[in-house]
């Protein structure tokens, strides 16, 4: 995970996401870690007065409650981390939610235990922090000179935010844009009906934006922002079409779609992750009245192409 150190003339310094939190004591949960990358960069903890944290997965931020307890500092996200959070602070609750979903989408019940044992991240973050200044998209601030906006990109998470430098051109991505793969689109019960919808519009907001140089949360710095967005989009077309094609004759559950789709051997894990973005597409799909879901005499959830009406 990439973190970036902004500094000012007065020797301040605002530090985007901080990384995860080391289960293992023995490396003092990764602390010193942090502390000799910003030492790479002429800083010491002390300095930071400002965290800026892009979203609330543990990769990001894992650290977080450390990092306030080290240095005081502000923490900045977005409004609807505080909820997001709840998450961690119910995993049995996440669990059972997650099985109920998988369950109702045809996933065996052989399966369960092992694609829901993964819900459990609370040994990787610090302290569950709300941030001390919710943000909406749209802020402005500046930090050594250079003005960043706050631009609200849902869909990776819904607490997705990225930092926009317009002067420059330049672009503190988080997990929307990444150089080399996709970013993860996950599906759970909750406010978010329709997560890569939300990634897409975020994607067509980024793309008008039309970086010059991308700083990613994952992998080196990359220019030309708005064709990575748009390579990005294309990657989902196909995955949509894909679904449509193999619902094209009869109907099948989230969990058949994504037998098919992803073919080989997936870990348990990886299953986890296909079956979020099967369900993230077809949720987008459903939306847009293109598929619609039947009930199967075992209960489960199937799809099947929406009829053509004619006039």
Known sequence: MNAYALTDEDGGATLVDCGIYDPNPATDHGWPDLVAALATAGLVPEQISRLIVTHHHIDHYGMAGRVLAETGSALWMHESTSEEIDYYRDPDGARESLRHLLSDHGVEAADLEELTAFEDW?????DLADPTRPLKGGETFTVGGREWEVVYTPGHARTHICLWARAERLLISGDHLLPTVTPHIDFHRGPERDPL?????????IEGLDPALVLPG???PFEEGAERARVIERHHDRRLGSILQVIRRE??????ITEDIFSGSLLHFQKRLALGEVLAHIAYLVNRGEIERIERDDGSRAYVKTPRRTE
Do not use: I, M, N, Q
């Open 122 to 126: 609370r040994g990787f973050v610090a």
């Open 197 to 205: 919808g939300a990634f897409l519009a975020s994607l067509k907001k």
């Open 218 to 220: 994952h992998g080196h």
């Open 251 to 256: 109907p099948h559950t989230a969990d058949e």
